[in-house]
């Protein structure tokens, strides 16, 4: 929805289905009271989560014309795409699968060019529109310097193929939409630093090279190039596992010219680690209900003097318990962003808020997505009805920017 100089939307990832036709059923059933409720006059920004097997048979005749009618008769649009997992997203092992296939591969590139198809044929005029991506691929993968080499060299190059459709579309239709790299824990760009190092030493070395070679282009206008079309899909949850100073990250970004596409507006878990060792049961036993069989649930620890461990699953930290030295952990688990605390544990919230205020003051984008994916495996005491979950959540961030 449009609000004030913002679009809210939440991401449709929260709805199983892979099918385009479960995909639609899942809009038709769950988006119509939502705007009721939160945007009955006005326009409702849709954040579409399409997997591959939905983008196929999106394309099939007829399919996108039923699409565009049905947010016109809704008075719906579409503004943002989520093109980070490929394939099955719910009720099954998701874990390190949500990165394959990684930006190494044709069929990465590949879906992600027929969603750019599918976004260029929906987006409203007037505005950029853009598609969340993976962080490249998933390091535990990569085991020497030379394999994780070859993934820049091969990711770098794929992302540079989707830049130049992205450059041919704009001069064609008059389209801004752009590629959001969204770092995570564990991705081969997990953090900040990470995704700086990538710009300055693979993808904007490359492509100033590439496409001064390809369309005798200035370097400045090359970089200038990357940099509209390639950018940051910024998961409030991801940089606060990361235990990120988000005033510091987005200062630096627009300093190194690296623009943000969209904030994904979600919450992680953190909890304080007792000194006493007879208290860390409570922890242990706060923790348990959040181990599960799903998803990745990467746990960052910090020691007082800010050292910090990663562990790639929430059950590799909880064996670490009884004799870790940390004093608080985060971890990757999106909970309800109207949730500041539950039980023992506490939420990254204050980040979202955090967020919010320095977008407010900075205008790094107009683009906010509610991405609370976890919901069928968040344990059954916070469960509200998935409907009212949306709508509450979206109501909470509503209220924190007007």
Not at 97 to 114: A, G, I, N, Q
Request: hydrophobic share 40%; proline share 4%; charged share 25%.
């Amino acid at each position: 929805m449009r609000i004030a100089d913002y679009h809210l939307t939440y991401c449709t990832n929260i709805h199983p289905g892979e099918s385009w036709e479960a995909t639609f059923t899942n809009l038709k059933d769950y988006v119509p009271p939502i705007k009721e409720r939160l945007s009955a006059k006005q326009l409702f920004g849709i954040g579409l989560r399409i997997s591959d097997e939905a983008s196929r048979e999106l394309m099939e005749p007829g399919k996108l014309g039923e699409l565009k009618s049905w947010l016109e008769a809704n008075h719906c649009y579409v503004f943002t795409l989520n093109g980070f997992p490929f394939g099955g997203f719910h009720r099954q092992v998701v874990k390190d699968e949500v990165h394959h296939p990684d930006w190494t591969t044709r069929d990465r590139v590949t879906y992600t060019l027929r969603l750019f198809d599918i976004l260029s044929a929906i987006m409203p005029s007037g505005m950029d529109a853009g598609i969340s991506t993976s962080p490249l691929s998933y390091k535990h993968w990569h085991k020497t310097p030379e394999a994780l080499e070859q993934v820049m060299i091969q990711s770098c190059d794929h992302l540079l193929e989707v830049v130049d459709r992205l450059y041919l579309l704009k001069k064609e239709k008059g389209q801004l939409l752009h590629l959001d790299i969204e770092p995570e824990p564990d991705g081969i760009i997990e953090n900040s630093a990470g995704l700086i190092q990538f710009y300055k030493n693979w993808l904007l070395p490359r492509g100033m090279r590439l496409f001064g070679e390809k369309y005798g282009m200035a370097a400045a206008a090359a970089r200038e190039l990357i940099l509209d079309h390639i950018r940051v899909c910024y998961d409030v949850c991801h940089f606060a596992v990361a235990y990120e100073d988000h005033d510091a990250v987005l200062k630096t970004f627009k300093e190194e010219g690296i623009k943000i596409g969209k904030f994904q507006l979600s919450a992680a878990l953190k909890i304080s680690i007792p000194e006493k060792m007879g208290e860390r049961k409570t922890v242990e036993k706060a923790l348990l209900p959040f181990v599960e069989s799903t998803y990745l649930h990467q746990v960052i620890g910090v020691e007082r003097d800010g050292t910090q461990h990663a562990y790639p699953d929430l059950p590799d930290a909880l064996l670490k318990l009884s004799e870790t030295e940390e004093v608080e952990w985060r971890i990757h688990f999106h909970v309800p962003v109207f949730l500041s605390g539950y039980g023992t544990l506490q939420s990254t919230q204050e980040d979202i808020l955090t967020v919010l205020k320095l977008n407010e003051k900075g205008q790094y984008s107009a683009q906010l997505e509610v991405e609370t994916y976890t919901w069928e495996v968040l344990p059954e005491d916070i469960h509200l009805s998935l409907g009212q979950s949306i709508t509450r959540e979206l109501d909470w961030v509503k209220k924190q920017i007007t």
